[in-house]
């Protein structure tokens, strides 16, 4: 197949999967996914290998592989298989779709990521200001003078992702299938863990604590008449920063619903903006998600599990200062499971009438704080 074509049948399988995809999860999900399956194939092109480190041939393996699970046919290679007709997917595959993830979610890039063994997992919790120690003298016993590093639990939980695809489309092994299939599966788990790390405990269903749920985090009311998500003033994000050690500090951030920032970025002070945003290139990124402003000299990053501008309200928590990399944990209790229906109903659609696949991705994962300290939640005043 020359260059042309191949590039025409790329387009047509990716218009065919996202059409699907915008009935199910909406149409700027589905924008989002093609975004992160166009960066994979330019990578790929630029460089000869994209973030997901796999090459064509284990792609198409990949996707082989599922299209063998129906009617009791399983792929020789496949780790492990249940009752249901699905299996584990190969190591490299698994680790190839977290890598996907860091590029799109912020818990799975900054948090630190704790392999499970089992469904709970037992990690360190330091809750003290400061370990310092003491001087003694050449013949003295020293005493515990810290007691504050306790224990914060990993409990895994089932995570589901289901979608639609066009049989015509799962017939012939690609990687430009396997490359939808492995976005989407990095996307919707990269989401849900931001969600939990950031506003878990506030919504019915979560199963974890976040940032915004948990009680053991500081936050910071904003002064008398800052009732709105807008009202962030440069001494109000001042005492945000003083309030975090100075350890933490270096990796720390602002956190935002991108409407907030909107608002926040619009403020002036006479002729000039109060948060500038010429020191952007300072905080530049690899990969993933790149911060769109700065705060005092500290990168903001937005993200849609945070309260919008249109949520604003008194007393309502809706944003974070802190460093995910000590504040967040997570859990990963992979590798994924991939099952496949050709009767399910998904989106109030009947796949069997549609010439549609069902697929379904499952994934044990567990999100947790481990130091609260570092991070304050912003919340507005009362009145």
Known sequence: MNEELKGEFKTMVDEAIKS??????????AEKVQETVSRVRLQSAIEGRDITGLDAETK???????????????????????????????TEVHAGILRIAETVGLVSRDARRWAMGSDALEIPRFTGAAMQGEYVGEDDEGDETQSDLGVARLHAKTWMLIFRIGNTLLADANVSVADW???????????????????????????FVGLLGSGDVTTQTLASGATGFEDVSVEEASTAIGSLPTAALGDAAFYFHPTVWAKLRSQKSGDNYVYGQSNLATFRRESGIQAVGEVLGYPVFTTPVLPAYSASAISTKFGVFGNLKLALAWGDRGPMEVAKSDSATVGGKSVFRANQTAMRFTHRHAVTLQLPAAAVVLKTAAS
């Open 20 to 29: 699907n995809l915008e009935e199910i999860v909406g149409k700027e999900v």
């Open 60 to 90: 198409t393996n990949f996707l082989s592989d599922i299209r063998a699970i129906a009617h009791g046919q399983k792929a020789a290679y496949l780790e492990s298989s249940d009752q249901t007709g699905g299996y584990l997917v190969p």
């Open 181 to 207: 299939l492995m976005a989407m599966a990095a996307e919707g788990m990269a989401y849900r863990l931001d969600r939990e790390g950031f506003m878990g405990g506030t919504y019915a269903g979560s199963p």
